[in-house]
């Protein structure tokens, strides 16, 4: 049974940084396409960041593309999101997420977060 459990969310000025954490079960992290959307109240969920299965390559939302950095330890089977810079409009519940092995490229899981799983989410606020 796959299941991901997020940590590391908070409050934090702007320009400030957090680091995201993701406890993964129940899969292999290199099959599967991993990576964390965002959805800040009123609005759709937006994807952030994801390495693709496919290819093995990070992809970025332009919002955060400078910011952001991805990272997996696969021994400790853990995902990572360092978040710098960080702007009021980070503002969001943060998801970590995983979806099974296929041929859909990583660009797709940022226009679209369609992943299979994800966890409960930890909030993030950006605020002075």
Known sequence: QVQLAESGGGLVQPGGSLRLSCA???????????????????????GISCISSSNGKTYYAD?????????????????????????PEDTAIYYCAADPPNDY????????????YWGQG??????S
């Open 24 to 46: 993964t079960r129940g899969f292999t992290l290199d099959d599967y396409t991993i990576g964390w959307f965002r959805q800040a109240p009123g609005k759709e969920p937006e």
């Open 63 to 87: 919002s955060v593309k400078g910011r952001f950095t991805i990272s997996r330890d696969n021994a400790k089977r853990m995902l990572y999101l360092q978040m710098n810079s960080l702007k």
């Open 105 to 116: 490229s990583g660009d797709y899981y940022i226009f679209t977060p369609d992943f299979d």
């Open 122 to 127: 930890t909030q993030v606020t950006v605020s």
